[in-house]
């Protein structure tokens, strides 16, 4: 993987764990050079990120709607930032530059990007691996969430297992890096999509 999308809050809580785990992130990340993709914030574990990345001596590109930059939180030392018209734009953008997603703790719009890029991945829109590092049990509830929809038959199995998970940074890049999904016919049809 040449890049990945950290999808992350634009707030911070305070946790020492998840300030270790950004760190473990961007080590592993700027080890095997590995560029970040994120929202262009330099507010909360957004900025946090980004940061740990710049100061590794890594490469953090952000993606911002211009509405934010007006507010002035964009994140002004980064590798690159992408100014678009608009959250659409943004989330589009963010998907064509990365190879994979990973999910960091955050509030609605994380989930809101989570769940969009993990539905693309379902409908065949893209074949990039969607994860989440579950840092302090952050995700406990929502990857249980995801196995009650399986169990009441609204998410077929497969595609429960699109989701990585792991609450180890290492670990999750190297689960990223194997996956492989082989969009042909039984792809489509396993998901009642032909």
């Not at 890049?173 to 194997?178: A, G, P, Q, T």
């Amino acid at each position: 993987m040449k890049s990945i999308c950290v999808f992350c809050g634009a707030n911070f809580n305070g946790d020492p764990l998840l300030t270790e785990a950004i760190e473990v992130l961007a080590e592993v990340m700027v080890n095997q050079n590995i560029t970040l993709i994120y929202g262009g914030g330099k507010v909360g574990v957004m900025g946090m990120i980004a940061d740990a990345i710049l100061k590794k001596g890594g490469k953090a590109e952000g993606v911002i709607p211009q509405f934010l930059m007006d507010k002035e939180i964009a994140h002004t030392v980064l590798t690159k930032l992408h100014v678009v018209a608009n959250m659409h734009d943004r989330k589009q953008l963010m998907s064509n530059l990365c190879d994979g997603f990973i999910t960091l703790p955050g509030g609605l719009g994380t989930m809101e990007e989570f769940f969009e890029v993990l539905t693309w991945l379902q409908l065949g829109l893209h074949s990039k691996p969607v994860a989440i590092l579950n840092v302090n049990g952050y995700y406990d509830l929502l990857l249980r969430q995801l196995d009650v929809m399986v169990e009441q038959r609204y998410l077929k199995p497969v595609n429960r297992e699109l989701v990585l998970s792991s609450t180890d940074a290492i670990e999750l890049v190297d689960m990223m890096s194997k996956f492989n999904v082989k969009m042909d016919e039984n792809w489509f049809r396993d998901r009642n999509l032909i």
